[in-house]
C-alpha cells in the first residue's frame, strides 16, 4: 500500500504551459506539503495544508497555486512554467501541524521545463 | 537563516566502516529529525530527537544532539551497500510566510557512498 502517492513521476513541458501535479495519502494525517529539491538537492518548503486549510505559504511565485479538495488530497497547480521551475516536487504529510511529527514523503515529480 | 547544514557533503567509505556525518544549525530548536533519500526517490524518516536527549538509537543508527554546540551527529554502524544515500537533517523553525506554525527547514544532505 502506498502510503503518500504523486502522479506524474516525471513532466517534461514547455515555457509558457501550464502543469497540474497531484498528491494522495492514505495514512489519515491532517497535514500536507508540498517541497522543492533543486538541483543541489536543497529541499525548501512552498505550502502546507492541515484539514483543507492552507497555513503555510512560503514566498512561492503567485504562478503556483495549491489546491486540497479535501485532507487527503493536495494538488499543485503551476501557471505559465518558466525554465527555473525545473526541480523535483515532493509532496509529504504528517500526523499533525509542526515540526515534532515525522513526515511522509511521496516518490516525488520530475518537473523539466525546456 | 536557521536552515541545517549537513557536513561533509559527500563521503565515500567501504562496507563494514563506521560513517558519521554532522548537522549545524543556528536558533534554539525543539527536536531534531534525520531522513534518508534514495536515489531518485522520496525522503524516509530514520529518526527524532528531542532537545532534551542525548543520545538516541535505532538500529544501526546512532544520534547525538549537543543543543549547547547547535548540532547533532549521525553515526551509522557496520555500513552496507544498502545506505548509499544523501542523508539530510531538519529541524524546525517559523517564518513570517508560516503564521506561527513551525515547518520543517532542511540542509542540502551529506551524500553517503558505501562501496562493496
Known amino acids: 500500500d502506498t502510503a503518500v502517492s504523486q502522479t506524474p513521476k516525471y513532466l517534461v513541458t514547455q515555457m509558457g504551459n501550464d502543469k497540474s501535479i497531484k498528491c494522495e495519502q492514505n495514512l489519515g494525517h491532517d497535514t500536507m506539503y508540498w517541497y522543492k529539491q533543486d538541483s543541489k538537492k536543497f529541499l525548501k518548503i512552498m505550502f502546507s495544508?492541515?484539514?483543507?486549510?492552507?497555513?503555510i505559504n512560503e514566498t512561492v511565485p503567485n504562478r503556483f497555486s495549491p489546491k486540497s479538495p479535501d485532507k487527503a488530497h493536495l494538488n499543485l497547480h503551476i501557471n505559465s512554467l518558466e525554465l527555473g521551475d525545473s526541480a523535483v516536487y515532493f509532496c509529504?504529510?504528517?500526523?499533525?501541524?509542526?515540526?515534532?511529527?515525522?513526515?511522509?514523503f511521496g516518490p516525488g515529480t520530475r518537473l523539466t521545463v525546456t | 537563516s536557521q536552515q541545517g547544514e549537513e557536513d561533509p557533503q559527500a563521503l565515500s567509505i567501504q562496507e563494514g566502516e563506521n560513517a558519521t556525518m554532522n548537522c549545524s544549525y543556528k536558533?534554539?530548536?525543539?527536536?531534531l529529525q534525520w531522513y534518508r533519500q534514495n536515489s531518485g526517490r522520496g525522503l524516509v524518516h530514520l529518526i527524532l530527537?528531542?532537545?532534551?536527549?542525548r543520545e538516541k538509537h535505532s538500529g544501526r543508527l546512532r544520534v547525538t544532539l549537543d543543543t549547547s554546540k547547535k548540532s547533532s551527529s549521525l553515526l551509522i554502524t557496520a555500513s552496507r551497500a544498502a545506505d548509499t544515500a544523501s542523508y539530510f537533517c531538519?529541524?524546525?523553525?517559523?517564518?513570517?510566510?508560516?503564521?506561527?506554525?513551525?515547518?520543517?527547514?532542511f540542509g542540502a544532505g551529506t551524500r553517503l557512498a558505501v562501496h562493496p
Open positions: 509529504a504529510s504528517s500526523q499533525a501541524v509542526g515540526s515534532s511529527y515525522e513526515q511522509y
Open positions: 531538519a529541524t524546525g523553525g517559523f517564518s513570517p510566510f508560516s503564521g506561527g506554525y513551525n515547518k520543517l527547514i
Open positions: 536558533t534554539s530548536i525543539n527536536n
Open positions: 495544508y492541515n484539514n483543507k486549510e492552507l497555513i
Open positions: 530527537i528531542r532537545s532534551n536527549e
